[in-house]
């Protein structure tokens, strides 16, 4: 597979939101290295095919590059910043979002005796590998297919049971397998994940979300902090925040009722977290978000 014919597809085929033709397929094309910027992470497959990106969740720092992949297995909050742009050279990369139900049904069709077994111990939210041949194979046959809409329907379905099955079968298997599995650890914290970023403004006890996502106290922080590489409480305030920023941005007079919306009730230290998080006061980042456009989606491309 010729490594140029993988940027020419990315570069020909970008869109300004990412999208592409094929359901589920993203593409990014960064043309400038810009602060790092928070948001969250997605279920996703991302593959770089130039320039690199550095990406903090919790206190691990990942880096990938051209000719290595990443997977998301649980939507965290993310700090991300593209880095190795050079005039003429953007970052270009691959994205697949990845779905339980597509892994579940093709960890069935596979078989007992085909499918390969997870490890042992619960696998981080966020995983990165080198890119093997056949993976990036399949992902060049992907983009193909946004030059012969003809095919697209018959075998886009059929290239992406190709890619996951690589992926399951690839280095960062355990954590795909996981992710399909209704029963498995991973499962257990994208629930409790799930749970507080639906209730990110209310207060918890850990031993109530403990027992919703089907876990004793102890497997539960054990897990979480695996997945996560965080504490429940430390990833109730990365929402939290993230969350504030959102809203600054339109309403960037109001930053009591802001902070207050997301569960803070005492403004200083809304202030004071904030500031901590993002390196400046809430007042002053709202002032600069309204000019900043962002997109949402595919933060790991």
């Known amino acids: 597979m010729d490594p140029d014919e993988f940027r020419t597809l990315l570069d020909r085929h970008a ?22 910027a928070p948001s969250m992470s997605g279920t996703v497959l991302a593959v770089i095919a130039q320039g690199a990106k550095r990406l903090a969740l919790g206190d691990k720092v990942y880096e990938y590059g051209a000719g290595q992949y990443l997977v998301a297995s649980v939507d965290l909050p993310v700090t991300g910043e593209f ?70 329907a018959v075998l886009a379905p059929l290239i992406k049971r190709e890619i996951l099955w690589r992926l399951i079968t690839g280095e960062q298997g355990a954590a795909v397998h996981q992710f399909g599995l209704a029963d498995s650890s991973l499962s257990h914290v994208s629930r409790a994940v799930r749970w507080i970023r639906e209730h990110y403004a209310q207060p918890f006890r850990v031993e109530d ?74 007042s002053q980042d709202a002032a600069r978000l309204r000019t900043t456009a962002r997109t949402p989606a595919a933060v790991l491309l």
Do not use: C
Not at 15 to 36: C, E, F, N, Q
Not at 86 to 92: D, I
């Open 209 to 282: 979300v403990a027992r919703l996502s089907g876990m004793s106290v102890s497997a539960f922080y054990r897990n979480f902090q695996a997945v996560t590489a965080m504490s429940p409480i430390q990833f109730q305030k990365q929402i939290r925040l993230q969350e504030a920023r959102l809203l600054l941005a339109t309403r960037p007079g109001d930053i009591t009722g802001v902070g207050r919306h997301v569960g803070y009730d005492n403004p200083s230290q809304f202030s004071r977290e904030y500031r901590r998080q993002f390196g400046t006061p809430p």
């Open 15 to 36: 869109r300004p939101d990412w999208t592409t033709a094929i359901d589920g397929v993203l593409i990014s094309k960064v043309d400038r290295s810009d602060p790092p």
């Open 83 to 152: 880095t190795r742009i050079e005039p003429g050279r953007p970052a270009l990369g691959f994205g697949l979002t990845l779905e339980p139900s597509a892994i579940a049904e093709l960890l069935l069709d596979a078989g007992a005796g085909d499918a390969p077994r997870t490890g042992g111990g619960t696998p981080s939210g966020i995983t990165v590998s080198d890119t093997p041949p056949a993976l990036l194979d399949a992902v060049v046959r992907m983009l193909r297919l946004l030059d012969e809409p003809r095919d697209r």
